[in-house]
Antibody, heavy 122, light 106 residues
Framework: QVQLVESGGGVVQPGRSLRLSCAAS????????MHWVRQAPGKGLEWVAV????????YYADSVKGRFTLSRDNSKNTLYVQMNSLRAEDTAVYYC???????????????WGQGTMVTVSS | SYDLTQPPSVSVSPGQTASITCSGD??????ACWYQQKPGQSPVLVIY???KRPSGIPERFSGSNSGNTATLTISGTQAMDEADYYC?????????FGGGTKLTVL
């Protein structure tokens, strides 16, 4: 079945880096733009960034612009986010999410991963 | 930046109709969608393109979007519908979520 599985979360000190992965299965990954969405403890959903199906276009929320970088490896059906200069306010569950329609970058998300927790703390 | 505003909480009695609003400037000119999130779980899409239900979502969930307000309506609300609900919209370069509404069924 269609599935997204995030990994790579953990506890990291402020100012350090972390890379998250999202492994996709059950659909043609290379046809879809992919998103990261985060949720701080007890808070709402916050969109983080999107990468186009071929990696040629990337858009970021202002809160992470210049610190986070999205990439993807379509041969491995995997999405990545490299998070640098981490701050306490980046503490959140990070979800990857798939748009409902192929070839459309911004749309509703029909599939979400289970999320991976990132804690930024000294 | 574009903002979406939801009431923090809505209460409803079992079997009654719950309405959750989402307000944004000219939101009716965009598509809105809605997610349900239960504690410890990932969000689930319940309404997309303003009014459409994904397969597997009960018919008691419906949506509308006009003017500055999108609305999620749950008819005959059940205890299992107690959850947080988020609206979402997007433009050419970003996605926006509402702050979320906690639906209590009591």
């Amino acid at each position: 079945q269609v599935q997204l599985v995030e990994s790579g979360g953990g506890v990291v000190q402020p100012g350090r880096s972390l890379r998250l992965s999202c492994a996709a299965s059950g659909f043609t990954f290379s046809n879809y733009g992919m998103h990261w969405v985060r949720q701080a403890p007890g808070k709402g959903l916050e969109w983080v960034a999107v990468i186009s199906y071929d990696g040629s276009h990337k858009y970021y929320a202002d809160s992470v612009k210049g610190r986070f970088t999205l990439s993807r490896d379509n041969s491995k059906n995997t999405l990545y986010v490299q998070m640098n200069s981490l701050r306490a306010e980046d503490t959140a569950v990070y979800y990857c999410a798939k748009p409902q329609a192929a070839g459309i970058l911004f749309y509703s998300f029909d599939i979400w991963g289970q999320g991976t927790m990132v804690t930024v703390s000294s | 930046s574009y903002d979406l505003t939801q009431p923090p909480s809505v209460s409803v009695s079992p079997g009654q109709t719950a309405s959750i609003t989402c307000s944004g400037d000219k939101l009716g000119d965009k598509y809105a969608c809605w997610y349900q999130q239960k504690p410890g779980q990932s969000p689930v899409l319940v309404i997309y393109q303003d009014t459409k239900r994904p397969s597997g979502i009960p018919e008691r969930f419906s949506g509308s979007n006009s003017g500055n307000t999108a609305t999620l309506t749950i008819s005959g609300t059940q205890a299992m519908d107690e959850a947080d609900y988020y609206c979402q919209a997007w433009d050419s370069s970003s996605v926006v979520f509402g702050g979320g509404t906690k639906l209590t069924v009591l």
